[in-house]
């Protein structure tokens, strides 16, 4: 029998201290998982992601005594929600049943994550099917990306225009994937089909990818050398600067020579970045909002001590971004800004079914309302102090940094910031389309 539930439900929740992430109070990370769960920050600890949601490798408990969570024993949000289903609403649950279908995270970038991509969802299935221990869920994993610092990543592949570039004035590829290859590449024309230049990439890039350790340490040695010398003479472009990083952070990995193929986006905090299935990406440093479909399913093929899986990740990929005609597209990823819903709240709405998210800046002593949906939300704070409550209940809650709060389908929100300073706050929900 479901509860009544008439204020949020209070969560504690997982961090994830991967060793690219920021070292202790450095990280944003960090910070908002200690005040979340009162546990000391480790000063020489990497942390990288806070997760809030019902994912098993990072779960989020129901603080307890909770809306009737016993006092004893803490549940995780995920049980809770499978006892309460119609706490998800109505279209929800005809959806995506008693699961939540988003993933909600914070992450702290101090050096590269890897080059990488996820699968869509038949290939989900068949990964998790084939080799569950490695992929461990049979979803997709569409994400996006919100900046809060500013923020660098590497994402999709670039123009034609620009790869012919990258094979003009870096040597080192060629010489990796042979002349007759880089002609391949130099000769491919505006009218040429995408199928027909899909596979003169895929070709060129899994040989790129695919090369031995000893081939890429001695190719990237002669990057180095030639970018050294030739930064005495003139000023080195952004791309060949990120790789001498890549390089420092990821000695002889074949991920650094791979940056010349993608676009390297730089956000603005408050600039947003949506990645779909089966496009390559990395982030590169800087703090964000992450959201995503439920699934942690990632297929890596550089820039990373862990298991690499090249065949499936050059198979996947779309290749569709430098594909596109040039008088359609550069390449260039999209950048979304946010669309004002009122004075103090912007929506960021990618092109998928799983999620939206909002962000709420409200200035000190000022209120605002978020409307009652038909979908649920899970709401953290990451700045300031302030009062929540939901609907028509009389009582309020004290909300500071590192709260996050689980709110049911149909239940209205009311924020107040404090009288010391404003109230940052971000919202995650399904997308407002499919409600």
Same mark, same amino acid.
């Given at each position: 029998?479901?509860?009544?539930?008439?204020?949020?439900?209070?969560?504690?929740?997982?961090?994830?201290?991967?060793?690219?992430?920021?070292?202790?109070?450095?990280?944003?990370?960090?910070?908002?998982?200690?005040?979340?769960?009162?546990?000391?920050?480790?000063?020489?600890?990497?942390?990288?992601?806070?997760?809030?949601?019902?994912?098993?490798?990072?779960?989020?408990?129901? &603080?307890?005594?909770? +809306?009737?969570?016993?006092? =004893? $024993?803490?549940?995780?949000?995920? %049980?809770?929600? @499978?006892?309460?289903?119609?706490?998800?609403?109505?279209?929800?649950?005809?959806?995506?049943?008693?699961?939540?279908?988003?993933?909600?995270?914070?992450?702290?970038?101090?050096?590269?994550?890897?080059?990488?991509?996820?699968?869509?969802?038949?290939?989900?299935?068949?990964?998790?099917?084939?080799?569950?221990?490695?992929?461990?869920?049979?979803?997709?994993?569409?994400?996006?990306?919100?900046?809060?610092?500013?923020?660098?990543?590497?994402?999709?592949?670039?123009?034609?225009?620009?790869?012919?570039?990258?094979?003009?004035?870096?040597?080192?590829?060629?010489?990796?994937?042979?002349?007759?290859?880089?002609?391949?590449?130099?000769?491919?024309?505006?009218?040429?089909?995408?199928?027909?230049?899909?596979?003169?990439?895929?070709?060129?890039?899994?040989? &790129?990818?695919?090369? +031995?350790?000893?081939?890429? =340490? $001695?190719?990237?040695?002669?990057? %180095?050398?030639? @970018?050294?010398?030739?930064?005495?003479?003139?000023?080195?472009?952004?791309?060949?600067?990120?790789?001498?990083?890549?390089?420092?952070?990821?000695?002889?990995?074949?991920?650094?020579?791979?940056?010349?193929?993608?676009?390297?986006?730089?956000?603005?905090?408050?600039?947003?970045?949506?990645?779909?299935?089966?496009?390559?990406?990395?982030?590169?440093?800087?703090?964000?909002?992450?959201?995503?479909?439920?699934?942690?399913?990632?297929?890596?093929?550089?820039?990373?001590?862990?298991?690499?899986?090249?065949?499936?990740?050059?198979?996947?990929?779309?290749?569709?971004?430098?594909?596109?005609?040039?008088?359609?597209?550069?390449?260039?990823?999209?950048?979304?800004?946010?669309?004002?819903?009122?004075?103090?709240?912007?929506?960021?709405?990618?092109?998928?079914?799983?999620?939206?998210?909002?962000?709420?800046?409200?200035?000190?002593?000022?209120?605002?309302?978020?409307?009652?949906?038909?979908?649920?939300?899970?709401?953290?704070?990451?700045?300031?102090?302030?009062?929540?409550?939901?609907?028509?209940?009389?009582?309020?809650?004290?909300?500071?940094?590192?709260?996050?709060?689980?709110?049911?389908?149909?239940?209205?929100?009311?924020?107040?910031?404090?009288?010391?300073?404003?109230?940052?706050?971000?919202?995650?929900?399904?997308?407002?389309?499919?409600?």
């Amino acid at each position: 029998m479901e509860m009544e539930v008439s204020r949020p439900l209070n969560l504690r929740c997982s961090v994830q201290k991967y060793d690219w992430g920021k070292l202790g109070e450095e990280s944003r990370v960090a910070r908002l998982f200690s005040r979340n769960s009162e546990a000391e920050i480790e000063p020489e600890r990497p942390y990288a992601e806070f997760w809030m949601g019902t994912h098993e490798s990072g779960p989020s408990f129901v &603080v307890p005594g909770e +809306s009737g969570s016993p006092d =004893s $024993e803490p549940v995780t949000l995920r %049980k809770w929600i @499978l006892d309460n289903p119609g706490f998800l609403g109505e279209k929800v649950v005809d959806r995506w049943g008693s699961e939540l279908p988003f993933l909600f995270k914070v992450l702290s970038v101090a050096k590269a994550l890897s080059i990488q991509a996820h699968p869509d969802k038949e290939l989900a299935r068949v990964l998790h099917r084939m080799r569950p221990s490695i992929y461990k869920d049979p979803n997709q994993k569409p994400e996006m990306a919100i900046a809060l610092t500013d923020f660098t990543a590497l994402c999709g592949f670039v123009s034609i225009e620009e790869l012919k570039d990258v094979l003009a004035g870096v040597p080192e590829i060629v010489e990796l994937i042979g002349d007759e290859n880089a002609s391949k590449v130099l000769n491919i024309k505006e009218q040429d089909g995408y199928m027909e230049v899909k596979s003169i990439l895929r070709s060129i890039f899994t040989k &790129v990818i695919s090369a +031995s350790k000893e081939a890429v =340490s $001695e190719l990237l040695s002669k990057l %180095k050398c030639r @970018l050294n010398v030739e930064h005495k003479i003139r000023m080195l472009t952004e791309k060949e600067q990120l790789v001498l990083l890549l390089e420092k952070q990821y000695p002889a990995d074949v991920g650094v020579i791979s940056a010349f193929f993608f676009n390297y986006v730089k956000l603005s905090p408050g600039e947003a970045l949506y990645i779909g299935a089966n496009e390559p990406h990395a982030y590169i440093s800087g703090d964000c909002i992450e959201c995503m479909a439920t699934s942690d399913n990632v297929v890596r093929a550089g820039l990373t001590p862990k298991y690499r899986d090249v065949q499936t990740l050059c198979s996947m990929l779309t290749y569709k971004q430098v594909c596109i005609p040039y008088h359609l597209s550069l390449g260039f990823p999209e950048i979304l800004q946010g669309t004002p819903l009122t004075h103090y709240i912007s929506r960021y709405t990618p092109p998928f079914d799983e999620f939206e998210v909002d962000c709420c800046l409200l200035p000190l002593q000022e209120s605002v309302v978020f409307p009652a949906i038909p979908g649920p939300s899970i709401f953290v704070i990451v700045d300031g102090e302030g009062r929540m409550r939901m609907g028509s209940a009389s009582d309020e809650v004290m909300v500071t940094e590192g709260h996050v709060y689980f709110v049911p389908a149909h239940s209205e929100i009311g924020l107040t910031a404090a009288p010391a300073g404003p109230l940052q706050l971000y919202r995650a929900g399904v997308n407002s389309r499919v409600l």
